[in-house]
């Protein structure tokens, strides 16, 4: 049995059976790990959706922005729907209703004590033990799957407040909560986000950091995979898997095979690149920014 963490899909369907058909999977043994983003850009959002949620029990897959994004579109209406054609599929497809409230059950973080990795898609508060980002992750997840979901989507957007906090309540707090965990990559060592910042390490303004190099961040008894941050790559370092290889900017898609020593296998993107000009912008809650 091998369980493998696969970064950002972003709707690159071919790409995606062109690496399970590399990494050999087998369904009844293997397990596969998503870090989120399964959507957006590739224009194959539909197919991974399916191909995902068909494999049942072997997947796991964690929330990311782009995957927020879509779930909160549908539940707008249809003339306040934007006009993303990879969306649009999904949201108008036969099955459509019932993709978006699987992936809206899906939950935000990912543990498995036995493998010793925790799997989110962006990143970890510097003030977060394990436990705690497992209360706050699975209080929103909770919201998420209330009746009152639709408010709680609706209003998530938004950079303030810049960071988590005890002192945060309510819809602030979830917010907080969904922006540390999907769409982080440099803070303050008070967790404060540098949300305009989307570069390579070394391009962040002075007093931030990658958020697993912050001063004063709790010690993690623990791995992490994650995804979210093209412009840094595959990358492992301070115990940080990190997967996102820029598929759908025409780089790679990447997995790790997560038992014995962890093991990276990519492969090149297998279609065209998206349209967006620059990953740098791709990394808002969707396609807001």
Not at 42 to 53: A, D, H, P, V
Not at 245 to 272: H, M, R, Y
């Amino acid at each position: 049995m091998s369980t493998y963490a696969i970064g950002d899909v972003q709707g690159c369907y071919d790409t995606l059976r062109i690496l399970v058909d590399r990494l050999r999977f087998d369904p009844a043994i293997d397990r596969l790990w998503f870090a989120g983003d399964l959507v957006n850009r590739g224009g194959q959002s539909l197919e991974t959706l399916r191909f995902i949620r068909s494999l049942g029990d072997s997947a796991v897959a964690v929330l990311g922005n782009h995957d927020l994004h879509l779930i909160a579109e549908s539940v707008k209406a249809l003339e306040r729907r934007q006009k993303n054609q990879d969306l649009r599929r999904v949201l108008e497809a036969a099955d459509g209703e019932e993709l978006i409230d699987w992936l809206r059950n899906r939950p935000l973080l990912h543990l498995d004590e036995d493998l010793r990795f925790v799997m989110i898609h962006a990143g970890l508060s510097p003030q977060w033990t394990l436990d705690r980002a497992r209360v706050e992750a699975q209080r929103v997840e909770k919201e998420l799957r209330s009746k009152d979901f639709k408010n709680v989507l609706l209003r998530m957007y938004g950079d303030r407040p810049g960071g988590w906090s005890r002192r945060l309540k309510g819809l602030d707090r979830t917010r907080a909560t969904i922006n540390v965990l999907t769409r982080m990559r440099f803070c303050d060592p008070r967790g404060q986000i540098s949300f305009d910042s989307k570069g390579a390490p070394g391009s962040q303004p002075a007093g931030f950091y990658p958020w697993f190099e912050a001063p004063g961040h709790q010690a993690r008894a623990f791995r992490v995979v994650a995804g979210h941050w093209s412009t840094l790559g595959r990358f492992q370092g301070m115990g940080v898997f990190g997967l996102d290889t820029g598929c759908v900017w025409g780089g790679k898609l990447t997995a790790l095979k997560l038992q014995d020593e962890p093991e990276f296998i990519a492969v090149e993107c297998g279609q065209p690149r998206s349209n967006d000009a620059d990953p740098q912008s791709a990394d808002g809650m969707g396609d807001r920014d």
